[in-house]
Nanobody, 130 residues
Framework: QEQLVESGGGLVQAGGSLRLSCAAS????????MAWFRQVPGKEREFVAA????????????SVKDRFTISRDNSRDNAKSTVYLQMNSLKPEDTAVYYC???????????????????WGQGTQVTVSS
């Protein structure tokens, strides 16, 4: 059974850092593009970062570029894959529930739309106080 489990969320002061993790199992997720999105109540889910299967291609929106870093670790047998989101210089506007997601159909271009992603985690809350 496919499963994505996020962890690492919490409360942090503005300017601080957090590292989110997402453990993916139940399928060869190591061969797929993985991404992070975030959502604030009442707003649409927003793209944060994506990384291809090898980690050689990464994309961020301007809102988090130079502050957030996505990375991944694939197990040797491809049974598990973990994607990370290192968040530095956090701002109150980064407060949201953060979700990891998997795109099983990604090709050369990393996709950034919600509809392109097939598997989702349950989310982890990140709160940045001012």
């Amino acid at each position: 059974q496919e499963q994505l489990v996020e962890s690492g969320g919490g409360l942090v002061q503005a300017g601080g850092s957090l590292r989110l993790s997402c453990a993916a199992s139940g399928r060869t997720f190591s061969t797929y593009t993985m991404a992070w999105f975030r959502q604030v109540p009442g707003k649409e889910r927003e793209f944060v970062a994506a990384i291809n299967r090898s980690g050689g291609r990464i994309v961020y929106p301007d809102s988090v570029k130079d502050r957030f870093t996505i990375s991944r670790d694939n197990s040797r047998d491809n049974a598990k894959s973990t994607v990370y989101l290192q968040m530095n210089s956090l701002k109150p506007e980064d407060t949201a529930v953060y979700y990891c997601a998997v795109d099983v159909n990604a090709r050369l271009v990393l996709r950034t739309k919600i509809v392109d992603y097939d598997y989702w985690g349950q989310g982890t809350q990140v709160t940045v106080s001012s």
